[in-house]
């Protein structure tokens, strides 16, 4: 089949150019601009650079998304890896958050990422100490001048994944997978509940979270549990938390080709993950475009647009959220019936909840 992902066609360059064309700071930088040293900036040799939070670059999820779209930026702007164009680095503990933001912003990147909730008082503090820099904070927000917020609705995503497990399931039993019960997963949390009730709403949801985004071994094991129960699609929302899901189900399949088992990936497509000999065990995955995001913004930044201070979110109807093809799990009839509730949380018709019922 072609691929297929759920969202409007609507031009996020052309959504965002239109909400934050006059947004701005005084310490956004124009295209060709003083900077901090006295040199000047252009749009040939505008730099970019995150760091990760503790998953590391290659954690087939959250992390990797934004070096993606860090990698597209460079490469569309004929830039190197290194100094002068576009890098990274990896955090393995909070304490090494400041230090890694205070490197980039040494090496005169003109616009600095942290990728993940956990980095906000780090961004905070090092742009406060480094008020003509620029920063990015992906899923919380600042009300620093210099710091742009990047946020994304999770919950409509989330929906659909719901959508797609309730319409796809046997047993009528199905799992969440969280890591850490913060807002941003409970989001997650949130819209795939309600996405599930909208088709059955006898079904219920074995909601875990395992308290950690980078312990594979806390997925597998809470995965076990699940499908030993009878649950035969989970959605995890857990970072590198969720490969373990992926081993389990895999394994499963592994050892019986007829096994009914699924994973929902997050943040990108998990496809590859889930392949098992001539098999694979994902049935989609719930894509949060932080490539989107992280791209867009260096772009307002290196146009003289920068929006410091403020809020940018994504959704569905700006193509930052969407699901991953199906690459033929998921039958024809049954992406009809979730693009008509893509179409719905689109255009207003369905508003998802942000908060998990108590």
């Keep these: 089949m072609s691929k297929r992902k759920f969202g409007l066609a609507m031009s996020l360059v052309l959504a965002a150019g239109t909400i934050l064309g006059a947004c701005g700071t005084d310490k956004a930088k124009d295209s060709e601009s003083t900077d901090s040293k006295g040199g000047t900036t252009s749009e040939e040799n505008f730099s970019v650079a995150m760091i990760t ?11 990797q998304s934004a070096w993606k779209g860090i990698q597209e930026y460079g490469e569309e702007n004929n830039l190197e890896k ?27 990147f003109d616009i600095v990422y942290g990728i993940g909730f956990l980095l906000k008082d780090a961004i905070e503090t090092v742009a406060d100490q480094h008020p003509d820099a620029m ?44 890591g850490m019960e913060i807002p941003v997963i409970e989001r997650f949390h949130a819209g795939f509940v309600a996405g599930v009730a909208a088709v059955k709403p006898d079904i219920t949801v074995d909601v875990q979270y395992t308290g950690a985004f980078d312990k594979a071994e806390l997925g597998k094991a809470t995965a076990n549990r699940m499908y030993s129960s009878g649950v035969d699609i989970i959605f ?13 189900a895999k394994e499963r399949k592994s050892a019986d080709k007829d096994a009914y088992v699924w994973v929902i990936g997050v943040d990108s497509d998990q496809y590859d993950e889930g392949q098992v000999g001539d098999e694979n065990i994902t049935l989609t995955s719930m894509l949060k475009r932080v490539d989107v995001g992280v791209k867009n913004i260096a772009e307002l930044a290196r ?18 959220i969407a699901l991953a093809d199906s690459r033929g799990a998921i039958p024809e009839d049954v992406l009809t019936q979730i693009d008509e509730f893509a179409k719905k949380i689109a255009d207003g018709e369905i508003e998802v909840p942000e908060f998990p019922a108590k």
Excluded: C, W
């Excluded at 164009?85 to 980039?104: A, C």
């Excluded at 146009?303 to 930052?320: H, I, Q, R, S």
């Design 303 to 320: 146009d003289g647009k920068f929006p410091g201070g403020e809020v940018v979110t994504y959704g569905l109807a700006d193509e930052g």
């Design 82 to 108: 290194g100094d002068g164009g576009f890098d990274f680095l990896t955090s393995t503990s909070d304490s090494d958050y400041e230090p890694n933001l205070n490197r980039l912003v040494r090496r005169d």
């Design 135 to 178: 920063f990015g904070l992906v899923d919380e927000i600042s009300d620093r001048p210099n710091v742009a917020s990047i946020m994304f609705k999770e919950q409509e995503g989330s929906y659909l994944a719901g959508v797609a497990a309730a319409l796809m399931t046997k047993s009528d039993k199905i799992g969440f997978v969280g």
């Design 236 to 248: 995890h929302a857990a970072g590198g938390t969720g490969n373990g899901v992926f081993s389990e």
């Design 53 to 63: 939070d503790t998953g590391g670059v290659d954690d087939k999820s959250f992390n």
